[in-house]
């Protein structure tokens, strides 16, 4: 027996589900190298990680990113100036939860974005 929905109005669209609401990890590999062509050495760094910021909100839909200082260091572990060509992350939202056990009405989901180990 097939499943049956309510109907919706008239002409309406059905509405799924919201997929932000999710907790959900995922793991990619970024080619910072392409992010800072031109930029100054001193500025190499910080640049570097407000692009993986920059991504990061685009693929989790999240305006709340966190990361963690294991990435930080890794950006930064052979100096300012040489930024590391590719880095592996791992981009995890979680839901926030308010006093009282209750969700924010505006979901702010903080991202924590380890490096992954080379294997």
Do not use: W
């Amino acid at each position: 027996m097939p499943l049956v929905t309510a109907p919706t109005k008239k002409g309406g669209k059905k509405k799924g589900q919201s997929a932000v609401n999710e907790v959900t990890t995922r793991k990619y590999t970024l080619n910072v190298h392409k992010s800072i062509p031109g930029v100054g050495f001193k500025k190499r760094a910080p640049r570097a990680l407000k692009e993986i910021r920059k991504f990061a909100m685009k693929e989790m839909g999240t305006p709340d990113v966190r990361i963690d200082t294991r990435l930080h260091k890794a950006v930064c572990a052979k100096g300012i100036r040489d930024v590391p060509y590719c880095i592996h992350v791992q981009l995890s939202r979680n839901i926030r939860k308010m006093k009282m056990h209750q969700t924010s009405s505006v979901p702010r989901l903080p991202m924590y974005l380890p490096p992954l180990s080379k294997t």
